[in-house]
């Protein structure tokens, strides 16, 4: 009898697991890595330096009004006439208007229970038609 013989082979029936600790951690690294995170998507707004103030004649202002509702009630300036459009409209009123009046100002006032869906959508009706002073405030009852 040889001394090889006696001894039986016999496979492991464990998984090795000495290695798993540096494996999830080189692949934790690597996703940490090569992961990019979206940028914020916003309102691309140039708000001016804190305190400024102008005075702005009021025949330079074309009062937006968003209701709670979405409707846009429209008013130019002093005059007491009023006009209701969808915020959709916006974009031809704002290219008719500032054709006579270069110097207009949008002055776009949301109600406060409005969702913000309908003010952005007349921001976006107001930069479809290239408007470049834009006032925004809260709409007071």
């Not at 009898?1 to 690597?30: H, Q, R």
């Not at 209701?84 to 207009?104: A, C, D, H, K, Y």
């Not at 959508?121 to 107001?126: G, I, Q, S, Y």
Request: no cysteine; charged share 20%; glycine share 4%.
């Amino acid at each position: 009898m040889s001394v090889l013989g006696n001894k039986k082979s016999k496979a492991s029936s464990e998984v090795p697991t000495s290695s798993m600790a540096d494996i999830a951690f080189l692949l934790l690294i690597f996703f940490l890595v090569t992961t990019t995170f979206p940028k914020d998507k916003g309102l691309a707004i140039v708000l001016p330096e804190p305190g400024e103030e102008a005075q702005v004649s009021q025949k330079n202002i074309l009062h937006l009004l968003i209701q709670s509702s979405g409707i846009v009630t429209v008013k130019r300036g002093e005059s007491q006439q009023e006009q209701q459009m969808r915020p959709q409209e916006i974009e031809g009123l704002w290219r008719q208007e500032v054709t006579s009046n270069p110097n207009l100002i949008a002055a776009v006032k949301t109600d406060p229970d409005a969702p913000y869906k309908f003010m952005v959508d007349v921001l976006d009706a107001l930069h479809s038609a290239n408007a470049e002073r834009i006032s925004l405030q809260v709409l007071e009852n």
